[in-house]
């Protein structure tokens, strides 16, 4: 997941280290709002990548 946004990043023009930069907050953002919904232990990689929307606005 978290490449998948690095790379999504890179391919938006930014350069390497923001493009990581951001992809970790926006990575990190994702799973704290799935895991409100869920416990830690249960959380799956399509649990994030369905909350990254939901931390995309909260950014903008």
């Known amino acids: 997941v978290l490449s ?3 790379g999504a990043f890179l391919g938006q ?3 390497a280290f923001s493009a990581a930069k951001y992809a970790v907050y ?3 953002l994702a ?3 799935a895991a ?3 416990t830690q232990l249960g ?3 399509s649990d994030i ?3 990254i929307p939901d931390a995309v606005k909260r950014c903008s």
Do not use: A, T
Request: neutral net charge; glycine residues 20%.
């Open 4 to 6: 998948g946004i690095v």
């Open 13 to 15: 023009g930014l350069d």
């Open 36 to 38: 409100k919904d869920k």
């Open 26 to 28: 926006i990575h990190g």
């Open 31 to 33: 799973g704290d709002i």
């Open 49 to 51: 990548i369905n909350r």
């Open 43 to 45: 959380l799956i990689s």
